[in-house]
């Protein structure tokens, strides 16, 4: 892992897609857990229409792994928000149990939108899905998307901010005015006991206090 040195006493984990099991092969999350992992993000649903065809099984089987879960909507903001943050928070099958982080909003692609659509479009998510789940949702980003497709906006501060940052520095680049990060993906090409081929890999920075309670691990 090419994050500072406080990754490894800091709770990591992968997030995964259905690209993560190659040949349809399982992920061994106990494995994972072996090999020192607290947590992982798994997609979900995209647009609104796709569900990771692994999602159940990855689901139920980092739980009984012990490792707390995170789930993710990929955006498609050519599309409307409500049926997307509906479709979401059906097949999560809840977001508020043991080992639950809380939902999380991937935003990467504008659809086309100018900016204040877009700004428009992610204010619309979010409220749906909190309405629907209970919690407060995760924004995943990249600072120059946030830069650029949002205008650099400051109005979601009060969601946890999860970054994708690649080069190797001593913190992320932190956009949109967020005072802290919370979630920080180091790398898209990782390696993990456990997961065949390569993974995206993140640590946890404790801007949400204990993560044994933010994950509801009891």
Known sequence: MSANGQAAATPTGPDVSSWQHIDGRFIDWFAVKRAGHDFAMVKATEGMSYINPYFVAD?????????????????????????QAALYATIVLGQNGPLDL????DLEHSGGLAPGALINWTHRYLNTVRAL??????????????????ADTSEFTHYPLWIADYRDNEQPEVPGGWPAWTFWQTTDSGSIPGIAGRTDLNVYSGAQGDFA???NMG
Do not use: D
């Open 59 to 83: 689901s139920l089987l980092m739980r009984a792994a012990g490792i707390a879960r995170g789930t993710y909507h990929y955006a498609r903001p050519q599309l409307p928000p409500e049926p």
């Open 102 to 105: 809380p939902p999380v909003l």
């Open 133 to 150: 789940t209970g919690r407060v949702p995760i924004i995943y980003t990249y600072p120059n998307f946030w830069k650029t497709a949002m």
């Open 213 to 215: 309670r933010f994950a």
